[in-house]
T-cell receptor, first 111, second 116 residues
Framework: QKEVEQDPGPLSVPEGAIVSLNCTYSNSAFQYFMWYRQYSRKGPELLMYTYSSGNKEDGRFTAQVDKSSKYISLFIRDSQPSDSATYLCAMSANTGNQFYFGTGTSLTVIP | EAGVTQFPSHSVIEKGQTVTLRCDPISGHDNLYWYRRVMGKEIKFLLHFVKESKQDESGMPNNRFLAERTGGTYSTLKVQPAELEDSGVYFC??????????????FGPGTRLTVL
């Protein structure tokens, strides 16, 4: 069983839509939950991270973590064509430890 | 501030040959990580340096892979001899002091390795 499961998509939405991206995980030791965005032929770029359970908001992006269900989400409000990318969830047990990644969800926002 | 840089961006070699990938982390970052993404799969951890010491090399696939970080600055990852299944994108990431609260790892653009 994979440590982290993520639906690869692809996901295609019209501009202005609300996007919901999700990951599930199996390791209850994970405490840090990250969302990375990756454009084609580029390296992953950290969008935001959350420690333990709860919500975190940053502009149009909201990250949610439900540790009881081992389920994390990223919501993108008022999606823009520039949001078109692959979104990767990642998790770790501690700040210095290795990250465990999902396979990534490919998102296209259509103008 | 310059980001993490990797060289080469793309390498095509034949099975049995040797390839060396290089990573230059962000200046001042003690932590350096190597990851690999095989086509269709998730990004997977290979190893972690703290300065020049290997902190965790549990993800290294086998002894054909050798990573070094001389002087705690740049790092190299050598594959010798390369096999077909080594094809993929090799990412390097760096971060500051591991005792900091933020789990930030900054990724380079990756080296795309193709073994024919």
């Amino acid at each position: 069983q994979k440590e982290v499961e993520q639906d690869p998509g692809p996901l295609s939405v019209p501009e202005g839509a609300i996007v919901s991206l999700n990951c599930t995980y199996s390791n209850s030791a994970f405490q840090y939950f990250m969302w990375y965005r990756q454009y084609s032929r580029k390296g992953p770029e950290l969008l935001m991270y959350t420690y333990s359970s709860g919500n975190k908001e940053d502009g149009r992006f909201t990250a949610q973590v439900d540790k009881s269900s081992k389920y994390i989400s990223l919501f993108i409000r008022d999606s823009q064509p520039s949001d078109s990318a692959t979104y990767l969830c990642a998790m770790s047990a501690n700040t210095g430890n290795q990250f465990y990644f999902g396979t990534g969800t490919s998102l296209t926002v259509i103008p | 501030e310059a980001g993490v840089t990797q060289f080469p961006s793309h390498s095509v070699i034949e099975k049995g040959q040797t390839v060396t990938l290089r990573c230059d982390p962000i200046s001042g970052h003690d932590n350096l990580y190597w990851y690999r993404r095989v086509m269709g799969k998730e990004i997977k951890f290979l190893l972690h340096f703290v300065k020049e010491s290997k902190q965790d090399e549990s993800g290294m696939p086998n002894n054909r892979f050798l990573a070094e970080r001389t002087g705690g600055t740049y790092s190299t990852l050598k594959v010798q001899p390369a096999e077909l299944e080594d094809s993929g994108v090799y990412f390097c990431a760096s971060s500051q002091d591991r005792n900091r609260f933020k789990p930030e790892q900054f990724f380079g653009p990756g080296t795309r390795l193709t073994v024919l």
